[in-house]
């Protein structure tokens, strides 16, 4: 079944309809308890979830099997991303093949960032230049089998906005105009880009209507789960971020409980005030995460923890290291369903550093389709494509970074040293003098309290 036909059923019974996004993660492990994660998510009933396609194609094997997973194993209704990046036609032709032949009507035509290590998409040799020219492919060879869906960029697409002020005016409508013309060509569902300010999306709505795109736009929503990774994010898309929520993280950045607590609250009333403008469907960016997205539909009422069917007092664990486990310790005796909450999301956390390889959200800050590094590379040729003659030169670059007199390091996608690198900076200095070139570093620490804005978030 088509996604727009599922929407506007919802709206025809008078439901709010919403769907989560996931993306292929790093490992096998990854994979298997990403669908365990989803499994538990899908209980409560979304419209649909769509599945990415890996900057530069790079999961492209992994995100069809994922799709057809996703659609004949989950059972629930899957779009899969499809780029234009390292695409020649055969290629593409191939993926909406195999998608159509494992019962799948869903596709997110996308133009797609560069590979990794390249700034620029380039145009591939007997691909597609767009996603227009993807969306007009697909309609002249599958006919009306696909339901097409395409992307909306509230604020312009990043590469349209230059500097801070965001996008100009002109650039702005051109890329309204550009994204008509892809629901004429076909798409019948525009999903966007996230956003943190609300009035910028209504009026992206309105003025979407003013120039006749008449499909379902469905509003992205990425909840808050880190404040860091919040940063980068946005960061990347060049997001507005208003004032009041900066003000309102700086003082518990360094708390990620407390972040996640704020990013569920921000979640909930930009959808409350979205649901409020008569648009009925949410789109959640759940980076392989479950928590926060859940809380969001549990706020709003459009979801029940008691109305998800469970054979026993508690929720059985699906996790493959729990399966047999029927002992519960007995001061949780009378809290069962606290019990598997507390100890269920212990991974919740992305660290792309030290964290458990096994789950799903491993890896999500570096891979998923929103960080693509924009910009970085230009910052690493001017600090380092400099001339290196000697050992001595080489160790010069590696003393100056870790002296904080550059920024940028090739080996890390973080801006500059981190606070707990600083503890040892002093030390880092003499040891890249002596030829002792460090790409990586972690201070002793013993006695330290958890919430320290320097090593507790570690």
């Not at 002020?165 to 996230?194: H, P, S, W």
């Amino acid at each position: 079944m088509k996604v727009i036909e599922k929407i506007q059923q919802a709206a025809a019974d008078g439901r709010t309809a919403f769907s989560f996004e996931y993306f292929p993660p790093k490992t096998d492990e990854g994979v298997e308890n990403l669908f365990e994660r989803m499994d538990r998510m899908v209980a409560h009933g979304p419209s649909f979830c769509d599945i990415t396609w890996g900057a530069g194609g790079s999961t492209a094997d992994l995100t069809l099997e994922i799709a057809n997973r996703m659609q004949n194993m989950v059972c629930v209704e899957t779009m899969m991303h499809l780029t234009c990046t390292n695409m020649p036609v055969e290629k593409i032709d191939h993926a909406l093949e195999t998608i159509k032949s494992n019962g799948i009507q869903n596709v997110l035509a996308l133009r797609g960032d560069p590979p990794h290590g390249q700034d620029k998409f380039v145009q591939v040799e007997g691909g597609f230049a767009c996603a227009l020219d993807l969306v007009q492919h697909i309609r002249a060879k599958y006919g009306d089998y696909f339901g097409i869906t395409v992307a909306g960029y509230p604020e312009a697409h990043p590469d349209a906005i230059q500097g801070e002020g965001g996008a100009t005016l002109e650039a702005y409508t051109n890329d309204l105009a550009y994204l008509k013309r892809k629901v004429d060509a076909g798409a019948d569902l525009i999903v966007t880009q996230l956003f943190y300010d609300t009035d910028i999306f209504l009026k992206f709505v309105n003025d979407c209507r003013q120039i006749g795109i008449t499909c379902p736009i469905v509003p992205g929503i990425m909840p808050i789960n880190n404040y860091k990774g919040f940063v980068r994010m946005t960061g990347f898309c060049k997001t507005k971020i208003p004032a009041e929520i900066t003000a309102a993280l700086d003082p518990i950045k360094d708390n990620e409980e407390a972040v996640k607590a704020y990013g569920i609250h921000l979640g909930t009333e930009m959808c409350k005030k979205i649901l409020a403008s008569g648009i009925k469907t949410l789109h959640l960016y759940t980076l392989n995460m479950e928590k926060s997205a859940l809380a969001i539909l549990m706020n709003l009422g459009l979801i029940e923890e008691s109305k998800v069917s469970r054979p026993l007092p508690w929720r059985p664990p699906t996790n493959v290291f729990r399966v047999k486990e029927d002992v519960r310790p007995i001061f949780w005796a009378n809290r069962p369903k606290s019990y598997i909450t507390r100890t269920l999301g212990w991974d919740q956390y992305p660290h792309g550093r030290w964290g458990d390889s096994r789950n799903p959200s491993y890896g999500a800050l570096t891979d998923h389709q929103f960080t693509r590094p924009r910009g970085r590379g230009k910052k690493l040729q001017e600090e380092w494509a400099v001339p290196l003659k000697s050992v001595e030169d080489i160790s010069e670059r590696f003393t100056n970074f870790c002296e904080g007199k550059l920024t940028s390091s090739p080996w890390s996608e973080l801006d500059g040293l981190q606070p707990e690198t600083k503890i040892i900076d002093d030390q880092l200095v003499k040891i890249n003098q002596k030829g002792f070139l460090t790409i990586n570093s972690q201070p002793a620490v013993n006695g330290e309290k958890s919430d320290s804005p320097t090593v507790g978030k570690y």
